[in-house]
């Protein structure tokens, strides 16, 4: 039972973390979201799609490694 409890509460600390916003002093997302937006007016996306489509891609990463971790469908 202690340890049902424990790894459920260990879980939502992940999740709370891989859901928040990044800090503004993280150098890692600022470059990615650079990349992205780059990339993305390189294929021809349109401004106004460019913050929903980094967005997206941010959330199929946090599923997907929500899925590795844990055995579930993506958040």
Known sequence: MLQTFSSEKA???SNAVLNAAPPAD????RLLRHVLKVWAREQGVKENDVPAFIDGVFHYAA???LDGRYGRPGA
Do not use: F, L, P, Y
Not at 26 to 29: E, F, K, L, Q, W
């Open 63 to 65: 599923a997907t490694i």
């Open 26 to 29: 993280d150098a890692a997302a």
């Open 11 to 13: 879980n939502g600390a």
